[in-house]
């Protein structure tokens, strides 16, 4: 049975109902329960629905043989997986945010909130940019806000919460959708059966394009 590690939340209704349209269906995971591991011994499938950013460390590990999880946290955690297809849902931007009036002056360190602190280093450092990384959980927005950062990095969807806290994206760092991963040693022994998943979401995600 192949298992595939599903994000909780938005994305991973939308990865179920392609992977169900793909010929993966599990109808027991659209019920109103709290069970975590769902499986169709006669579609040959098990799915798991986990915290987003742990989607990766489950697949790295060999729990799941395959996942769905956003380029946001392969960029961020850099699992040791292979990255098979873009599925070109959940599209956001990661971006660097702060105040509408702010301007970088580059006179001393610039104070960086985020939930993504290698993704924000990595982007700055390329700009030979001194930071200072605060790493923060949630209520991103809210550090320029009482003066704890002077900008964010953060995932921005429409901006609608930046805008309603008077921030604005100053600049994107890079573009953010779904991926579809495998492990490297499920990939090895259970390869038939990835790639007959993978080619069942490209043939129905393709027809709705």
Sequence with gaps: MLRIALPKGRLGEKAYKALATAGYPCPELLEDNRRLIFENPGAGVQYFLVKPSDVSVYVEHGAADA???????????????????????????????????????????????????????????????????????????????????????????????????????LETVVPVSARFIANKASFKFKGDEIRHVLDGLKSCLSEKD
């Design 67 to 169: 996942g769905i999880v956003g380029k946001d946290i392969l960029l961020e955690y850099e699992p040791d997986v292979y990255e098979l297809f873009d599925l070109h849902m959940g599209k956001c931007r990661m971006c660097v945010a702060g105040p509408d009036a702010f301007r970088d002056t580059h006179t001393r360190a610039l104070r960086v909130a985020t939930k993504f602190p290698h993704i924000a280093s990595r982007y700055f450092e390329s700009q030979s940019r001194e930071i200072e990384i605060i790493h923060l959980n949630g209520s991103i927005e809210l550090a320029p806000l009482v003066g704890l950062s002077d900008v964010i990095v953060d995932i921005v969807e429409t901006g609608t919460t930046l805008r309603e806290n008077g921030l604005s994206v």
